[in-house]
């Protein structure tokens, strides 16, 4: 499994765009990158997952370089109830059954 | 369907007590995962099976730590005999398994505080 590191925490205000930029530089060839939330008193909840360029849904965006070592997840106009635990994981869902997190960064949306 | 569900909610029993954990997967899914919690330790994975089968416990604690799943609807953690160290948010989670892509379902957890 690839090692990550990402920022421990984050502030940022209501309205803005956020971006957390989570590095992996030794990602495999079959590895895809996976961001979980995490609410206080909530179990994570998966929120997007990619390979390579970039990935869209309906709560956030994920862009990836060419050489996949890092990744940003990005969420638009952020709102307070967006203060959470996000959490980055890299590893080959076809081979990788054990899934582990780590710290994630913790951001604080302020009004 | 329901998601997974975990009992109890909260728990708070005194040290040396047994503690009983229960988890609902989501139906169809293959694996399920036992996650604790601390603000000292994060997330830690603890165990996991796939078709009821445990495949990984190596994250468990200690021997007072066992945990099992007699079949594919349902799962224990078991802490005895419990101690104050063992305070914490116990996760449940469950996926479809390889071939997917291996996302987690979580509970929404069973906060254990031991005295």
């Known amino acids: 499994l690839a090692k990550t590191t990402q920022p421990i925490s984050m502030d940022s205000y209501e309205g803005q765009e956020v971006n957390i930029t989570c590095s992996h530089n030794?990602?495999?060839?079959?590895?895809?990158i996976t961001w979980y939330q995490q609410f206080p008193s909530q179990g994570p909840r998966f929120i997007i997952q990619?390979?390579?360029t970039k990935v869209t849904n309906e709560v956030a965006s994920l862009f990836i370089p060419a050489d996949r070592k890092s990744s940003t997840l990005s969420l638009p106009r952020v709102s307070l109830s967006d203060t959470a635990v996000y959490y980055c994981?890299?590893?080959?869902?076809?081979?990788?059954?054990?899934?582990?997190f780590g710290k994630g960064t913790r951001l604080h949306i302020l009004p | 369907d329901a998601g997974v569900i975990q009992s109890p909610r909260h728990e708070v029993t005194e040290m040396g007590q047994e503690v009983t954990l229960r988890c609902k997967p989501i139906?169809?899914?293959?694996?399920l995962f036992w996650y604790r919690q601390t603000m000292m330790r994060g997330l830690e994975l603890l165990i996991y099976?796939?078709?009821?089968?445990?495949?990984?416990d190596s994250g468990m604690p200690e021997d007072r730590f066992s945990a099992k799943m007699p079949n594919a609807s349902f799962s224990t953690l078991k802490i005895q005999p419990s101690e104050p160290r063992d305070s914490a948010v116990y996760f449940c989670?469950?996926?479809?398994?390889?071939?997917?892509?291996?996302?987690?379902?979580f509970g929404e957890g069973s906060r254990l505080t031991v005295l």
């Open positions: 030794n990602i495999a060839t079959n590895d895809y």
């Open positions: 139906s169809g899914h293959d694996y």
């Open positions: 989670a469950s996926s479809e398994g390889q071939g997917d892509t291996g996302e987690l379902f």
């Open positions: 099976f796939n078709n009821n089968v445990p495949i990984d």
């Open positions: 990619g390979y390579k």
């Open positions: 994981l890299v590893g080959d869902p076809d081979r990788d059954d054990k899934i582990i």
